[in-house]
């Protein structure tokens, strides 16, 4: 039996108490008991446990928003999936980039991301809306900041560990205790207030006693003074509940603070004096691939297999891509670079497949093109280039014009063979769309972007800089390679250290026409840390150590948002 309050109460259910006498005077004393009848049981107050776990019943999420794409998904669903499933730092990969919302939301909450989709509509809403996106800045618990938020929420000193700003460490979180009966039971805090108050509270009890002429104990003492009272009753009266009242209120702190804490994961502290952009992307290409269907007897269909090719029984791709190159001719970054051919006839050759004549800049001479077509579905090599220069040079040809819709690593290298200049025109995949596709040759279907002039210099520490001049242009009018300056360049980026597969951003540098950091600072409508943009805002690279593969990669891209990358042995 145990007795409380001048009664006495046995176990619940014929059992035995949860915990032992001791500890249950402690529970008492913080006011936890709850009596029915001759039971006792425990007090759960709502702000003991103030939220509550999501489970798999998810309502009141929002479902009506702004869309920019048809199947675009809300936001905050994939909020909830990101935060459930992963940390900081993580990589959340979406197969279906629609309008880039998980993307978009994994930017925001610290997660690296790689989204894919077959649209290029897609893929430009999703870009825009990532690169103008702007959001909060959460302290991150690997940094001076978050030590000193930490230190503030918890009372305790600021740690002296170092700093990284890793955010794998995570974000300061906001909390909330989860009060339990145990964490009550195990605070012997209490005990300490309970008797600091009892000094103070015992002979104010004795006192109103003596006024009234009553034996009244502890719990049997009236809220409200009767009005019959006399004075010295009232205020004595007032006196312990004040002190009762202030005794509480410290117990439940120390219950407050000696709780365990739950973590909110969607609530991270917020450095209002900053605002956060999208850090560094890029938008890669795979090869063009065919897309082969199933039949009923589970037989694949190749339609461009079949005869017609995919576009009439009169056309190939190849004097399709022929039609379009002799309405829209090859444009350069540079406008008066362009090559407007006035003949474009076949060829027959093995890889040349055509002969396109064009006069120079005085009209007066007249230059001979080879024209070299890759696969509809497939990537130009350098061994593909260097097949058809050499038959251009014994053809007499002055210049190879490859057009392809994509260019492996190793070809990017290859620009010359003996004295037969290598432009690599990058096909629109507008062109996939054959006969749909109005030939009006008004658009850039066959771009050269030229290749990028880059120093690579000594640094101190054994480490190297990249500097990059400009684009190596070809002037159709002379026929020679010149180097356009760095003004033509939007923006460049390094792969330090090039594992000839893929092309990772190491580094990224804005050098942008006109004044960059002015729109820059239009475009976020706020203040720029000015010697952090200078930083970026540059031609020279910071200093880095020598790649373990021995190559680094450039990718140049310029104001029309035509790209070009380069790989370079070290």
């Given at each position: 039996?145990f007795?409380w309050?001048?009664?006495?109460?046995?176990?619940?259910?014929?059992?035995?108490?949860?915990?032992?006498?001791e500890?249950?005077?402690?529970?008492?004393?913080?006011?936890?008991?709850?009596?029915?009848?001759?039971?006792?049981?425990?007090?759960?107050?709502?702000?003991?446990?103030?939220?509550?776990?999501?489970?798999?019943?998810?309502?009141?999420?929002?479902?009506?928003?702004?869309?920019?794409?048809?199947v675009?998904?809300?936001?905050?669903?994939?909020?909830?999936?990101?935060?459930?499933?992963?940390?900081?730092?993580?990589?959340?990969?979406?197969?279906?980039?629609?309008?880039g919302?998980?993307?978009?939301?994994?930017?925001?909450?610290?997660?690296?991301?790689?989204?894919?989709?077959?649209s290029?509509?897609?893929?430009?809403?999703?870009?825009?809306?990532?690169?103008?996106?702007r959001?909060?800045?959460?302290?991150?618990?690997?940094?001076?900041?978050?030590?000193?938020?930490?230190?503030?929420?918890?009372?305790?000193?600021?740690?002296?560990q170092?700093?990284?700003?890793?955010?794998?460490h995570?974000?300061v979180?906001?909390?909330v205790?989860?009060?339990?009966?145990?964490?009550?039971?195990?605070?012997?805090e209490?005990?300490?207030?309970w008797?600091?108050?009892?000094q103070?509270?015992?002979?104010?009890?004795?006192?109103?006693?003596?006024?009234?002429?009553?034996?009244?104990l502890?719990?049997?003492?009236?809220?409200?003074a009767?009005?019959?009272?006399?004075?010295?009753?009232?205020?004595?009266?007032?006196?312990?509940?004040?002190?009762?009242?202030?005794?509480?209120?410290?117990?439940?702190?120390?219950?407050?603070?000696?709780a365990?804490?739950?973590?909110l994961?969607?609530?991270p502290?917020?450095?209002?004096?900053?605002?956060?952009?999208?850090?560094?992307?890029?938008?890669?290409?795979?090869s063009?691939h065919?897309?082969?269907?199933?039949?009923?007897?589970?037989?694949?269909?190749?339609?461009?297999?079949?005869?017609?090719?995919?576009y009439?029984d009169?056309?190939?791709?190849a004097?399709?891509?022929?039609?379009?190159?002799?309405?829209?001719?090859?444009?350069?970054?540079r406008?008066?670079?362009?090559?407007?051919?006035?003949?474009?006839?076949?060829?027959?050759?093995?890889?040349?497949?055509?002969?396109?004549?064009?006069?120079?800049a005085?009209?007066?001479?007249?230059?001979?093109?080879?024209?070299?077509?890759?696969?509809?579905?497939?990537?130009?090599?350098?061994?593909?280039?260097?097949?058809?220069?050499?038959?251009?040079?014994?053809?007499?040809?002055?210049?190879?014009?490859?057009?392809?819709?994509?260019?492996?690593?190793?070809?990017?290298?290859?620009?010359?063979?003996?004295?037969?200049?290598?432009?690599?025109?990058?096909?629109?995949?507008?062109?996939?769309?054959?006969?749909?596709l109005?030939?009006?040759?008004?658009?850039?279907?066959f771009?050269?972007?030229?290749?990028?002039?880059?120093?690579?210099?000594?640094?101190?520490?054994?480490?190297?800089?990249?500097r990059?001049?400009?684009?190596?242009?070809?002037?159709?009018?002379?026929?020679?390679?010149?180097?356009?300056?760095?003004?033509?360049?939007a923006?460049?980026?390094?792969?330090t250290?090039?594992?000839?597969?893929?092309?990772?951003?190491?580094?990224?540098?804005?050098?942008?026409?006109?004044?960059?950091?002015?729109?820059?600072?239009?475009?976020?409508?706020?203040?720029?840390?000015?010697?952090?943009?200078?930083?970026?805002?540059?031609?020279?690279?910071?200093?880095?150590?020598?790649?373990?593969?021995?190559?680094?990669?450039?990718?140049v891209?310029?104001?029309?948002?035509?790209?070009?990358?380069?790989?370079?042995?070290?």
């Amino acid at each position: 039996m145990f007795d409380w309050q001048g009664e006495s109460y046995p176990p619940p259910n014929k059992g035995s108490w949860v915990t032992n006498r001791e500890k249950l005077i402690r529970i008492g004393r913080a006011q936890r008991f709850l009596k029915e009848g001759k039971s006792l049981g425990y007090r759960l107050n709502v702000n003991d446990w103030p939220f509550r776990k999501i489970t798999n019943l998810w309502v009141g999420l929002s479902v009506s928003y702004q869309k920019t794409y048809v199947v675009q998904t809300s936001e905050e669903i994939i909020q909830r999936c990101i935060l459930m499933t992963t940390d900081p730092g993580d990589l959340v990969l979406d197969p279906t980039c629609g309008s880039g919302t998980t993307a978009y939301v994994a930017e925001q909450w610290g997660r690296r991301w790689i989204t894919i989709d077959t649209s290029r509509v897609a893929l430009a809403l999703a870009r825009a809306r990532i690169m103008g996106a702007r959001y909060a800045y959460y302290l991150l618990a690997d940094s001076r900041e978050g030590q000193l938020k930490e230190a503030e929420i918890n009372g305790f000193a600021p740690s002296s560990q170092p700093v990284r700003g890793d955010i794998r460490h995570g974000f300061v979180y906001e909390r909330v205790p989860h009060i339990t009966l145990k964490s009550i039971a195990n605070n012997s805090e209490i005990d300490v207030i309970w008797e600091k108050h009892q000094q103070l509270l015992e002979p104010l009890r004795e006192k109103l006693n003596k006024v009234l002429g009553k034996q009244w104990l502890e719990w049997e003492i009236p809220r409200e003074a009767l009005k019959n009272w006399p004075e010295e009753a009232h205020s004595l009266d007032a006196a312990w509940w004040e002190e009762r009242i202030a005794r509480q209120k410290e117990v439940d702190a120390s219950i407050a603070a000696k709780a365990e804490y739950e973590y909110l994961y969607d609530k991270p502290y917020i450095d209002k004096k900053k605002v956060r952009v999208a850090g560094p992307f890029t938008v890669e290409s795979l090869s063009p691939h065919r897309v082969l269907g199933v039949d009923e007897n589970d037989n694949l269909i190749d339609s461009l297999g079949e005869s017609g090719s995919g576009y009439d029984d009169q056309q190939s791709f190849a004097s399709m891509i022929l039609d379009n190159l002799r309405t829209s001719g090859v444009q350069q970054a540079r406008k008066s670079d362009k090559i407007d051919f006035i003949s474009l006839t076949p060829w027959p050759g093995d890889l040349v497949c055509a002969e396109g004549r064009y006069l120079d800049a005085d009209g007066a001479a007249e230059r001979r093109a080879a024209i070299f077509i890759g696969p509809e579905f497939g990537t130009v090599s350098k061994i593909d280039l260097v097949g058809a220069a050499r038959e251009a040079g014994d053809a007499g040809f002055d210049v190879l014009v490859a057009c392809a819709f994509n260019y492996d690593a190793h070809s990017s290298e290859f620009n010359k063979l003996g004295k037969i200049p290598i432009l690599k025109a990058r096909m629109n995949a507008d062109l996939h769309m054959a006969g749909d596709l109005k030939n009006t040759g008004k658009g850039n279907l066959f771009v050269i972007f030229g290749e990028p002039d880059i120093d690579i210099l000594d640094a101190p520490n054994g480490q190297i800089q990249v500097r990059v001049n400009g684009v190596d242009v070809f002037h159709p009018n002379t026929g020679e390679v010149r180097s356009d300056g760095a003004e033509g360049i939007a923006c460049w980026f390094i792969d330090t250290d090039y594992n000839m597969e893929s092309f990772f951003v190491r580094q990224a540098y804005f050098l942008g026409a006109n004044d960059p950091y002015k729109a820059l600072k239009t475009t976020l409508k706020s203040e720029i840390n000015e010697q952090a943009w200078s930083t970026l805002n540059s031609s020279i690279s910071r200093p880095f150590a020598k790649p373990d593969t021995g190559r680094i990669a450039v990718k140049v891209i310029n104001h029309l948002g035509d790209e070009v990358m380069k790989v370079y042995r070290v």
